[in-house]
């Protein structure tokens, strides 16, 4: 059996919707031209992750952001995990990680619920998750800080995935090593990683940016890594800078 290849997206952070979802569809063409099966985008792709991201956070802007990205796909034939904010009827706003599949289809999302305390006051938690069956693979999200709470994820994923075909966990991220503290936060969550690899039996998958536009210039940023089931770094983007890389999950 041909192990899948999917494609880490690490692009370059706009301040407007227009900006980011132009480099999402970009990633995607990339991806399709490349041989791989999907294409997973990091946390908040298609806004951005900035100060300004609540004056983009439109029902109908991320509707039709997302009817693009779905005709993209499946123009392209390509699968694709993408963070984009989710707006419920009620006014309330998620962060998510939305499954498309290589027909356009929406399978599944994934809504954050480790948030840090400043993405508290606009987002709502999410619930709980399980595993969502696309492009062949079992897969989940765990966005950003939530890999710091491995042994909650764990209790929820530890049972089957339902269905045949490797399993793999998105890690969509906006984490850099901008100074010691920042440094040793990341090698938890890098820790964090391998443990539940590991404890699954899966792959993680991280993309994460590459800059953060409130903090102009270098900050550790990018560096998304590729954890193998027996947790194993097989794969790191470069720092700073934006990338896409297709990586073989076999």
Sequence with gaps: MTAPRWAIAQPRMHWTL?????????????AAAAGAAGCVCTELAVTGFHRRLPEL???????????????ACGRLGVAAAVGLPTVTADGAVFNSHVYIDAQGREVGRVHKRGLT??????????????WTSLAGLQVTSVLCRE??????????????????????IFWPSYIGESDAEQAALCEAYRAGARRLAMALGAWVVQSNWPEGLNLPGPQGFGGSVVIAPDGARMQALPRDEAALVVVELA
């Design 117 to 130: 305390p400043s993405e508290a006051t606009f987002f709502a938690a999410g619930g709980a998750r399980g």
């Design 57 to 71: 956070v439109d029902a109908t802007a991320l509707a039709d952001a997302e009817a693009q990205l779905r005709a």
């Design 18 to 30: 227009a900006g980011n979802l132009g480099e999402t569809l970009a990633a995607l063409d990339a």
């Design 147 to 168: 890999m710091l709470d491995v042994d909650a994820l764990l209790a929820e994923l530890a049972g089957g995935a339902g269905e045949a075909g490797p399993r793999v």
